[in-house]
């Protein structure tokens, strides 16, 4: 739906159907979307606040989303050929424990180039091949981790919710259940993850 079909839509909404509607759409953000868009700053001022325009992390630089996605592609190709594991001459022997470091930069600034228009379908992309590549490391050694997405700090559950996220943007729904089906289905598990949770997530969507 383009932003004018929105406004339009919106001129023909009750007040109450928009509180429920706004209360649904506030719902289904991830809470770090929230904080990095800034969304409570708009909700509480609307006059001068806008969204995205708050947070430090947005502020701080502008994240070009091609920049982004040549950097994540090296990375995924040197965590796949586990050049942050054993030895070689791709990835310093200092650099290789933070790795962790890095996806979770990834994670953040990902969620932070959304912002610049049409960037959502490949952050949504680049989002899901660093989620597969944490479901993979939980069965097959590509760091010195036992738990990929516990050593990042983000939980599975958590990280496959960002990712249905961003595809929910920009899928229509039937392509939506279907991808995410598959998504969850070939999900590779943590130890404190059941397929059931992941499940779970798709379905508060």
């Given amino acids: 739906m383009k932003i004018s079909e929105l406004r339009a839509l919106l001129d023909q909404t009750s007040p109450e159907d928009m509180r429920r509607i706004l209360v649904e759409i506030y719902r289904a953000l991830p809470k770090k979307t929230r904080e990095n868009l800034a ?4 909700l509480t001022n609307p006059a001068t606040a806008r ?3 708050k947070h430090p992390k947005v502020l701080a630089h502008s994240v070009q989303i091609d920049d982004l996605e040549s950097e994540i592609e090296e990375f995924l190709s040197d965590a796949y050929a586990q050049n ?3 030895p070689n001459r791709f990835v310093p022997k200092s650099q290789r424990p933070k790795w ?3 996806v979770k930069r990834f994670f953040n600034e990902i969620n932070a180039a959304v912002a610049q228009p049409g960037s959502v379908e490949k952050a949504s992309d680049l989002l899901e ?3 597969q590549m944490l479901c993979y490391a939980c069965d097959f050694v590509l760091f010195s981790a036992y738990d990929p997405f516990q050593s990042v700090g983000i939980a599975q559950t958590e990280f496959l919710d960002a990712v249905f996220s961003l595809q929910a ?3 229509e729904l039937g392509k939506f259940i279907d991808h995410g089906l598959h998504l969850i289905r070939d999900s590779r598990l943590n130890r404190y993850t059941l397929g059931s949770n992941l499940a779970q997530v798709l379905v508060d969507r």
């Fill in 39 to 42: 969304i409570d700053e708009l």
């Fill in 169 to 171: 943007e920009h899928l």
């Fill in 51 to 53: 969204a995205g325009a």
């Fill in 129 to 131: 091949k660093l989620y």
């Fill in 100 to 102: 962790r470091f890095k």
């Fill in 84 to 86: 942050y594991f054993a």
